[in-house]
């Protein structure tokens, strides 16, 4: 992987920079790059960067405790590498630093993509409580885990999450759960003007549906997709479709 401003990323040149705009995957607390599927992260037709946060992943250094910082973060990064606008995709509390970078720098976003998303992200007190600690982090997985997946989806792949969730420091994701839960943009959400998709999973207990609909219900002309037989985790348990609806997103973006 390459690495720009401290930052290692995915890159997909799946078309000439300056035709179409390139797609900027932002992962959610705790995750890496690797929580978008390859369906995602090559996405045919279009230039994708999927970043591993400071502190995550092969990015090393500290992980920040504010959404601000996050999006900070990621203006320095796509500044290295001569990206000034983009289509912004994140899930989660990645979703919270696209949402506040088309509030805060709007002349950079092209469009959204909110994943597994909310205007506020508060996190229940018990699970700040187990994460605050190296001694009951992994309670922290434990219900990260049970709350993130759908009813139906395969237990390797809850294991393959849970592991991938320990990989990273447990300082670093209590920090983004931190973040998450002082993020709160119910009063501005209504002030972004950029083309926005918003998808959830049907069963998605850490950002409800209803949270996606408040979403689409203040943001101007935004298109709300619900996935069944899906979780929060939404694009790891249905990556194809996830990746058709961004797909078609793209494909009707004004460039």
Known sequence: MPVAADIY???YEGSEQGQKPPVVLIHGAGGTHLYWPSEVR????????????PGHGKSGGRGRQSISAYAWVILEWLAVLGVHRAVFVGHSMGSAIAITLALGHAEHVLGLGLVGAGARLSVA???LESASSPSTFYRAIDTLVSRSFSSHTDAKLTELAARRMAEVRPSVTYG????????????????????????CGVEDQMTPVRYSQYLADSIPGAVLKTIPDAGHMVMLEQPQSVAKALL??????AY
């Open 176 to 199: 983004d759960l931190l973040a998450c839960n002082s993020f709160d943009e119910m009063d501005r959400i209504g002030q972004i003007r950029q083309p926005t998709l918003i998808l």
């Open 9 to 11: 990323y995915h890159i």
């Open 248 to 253: 078609d997103f793209l494909a009707g973006l």
């Open 42 to 53: 090559r996405l045919p037709g279009n230039r994708v960067l999927a970043a591993d946060l």
């Open 125 to 127: 007190p018990e699970l």
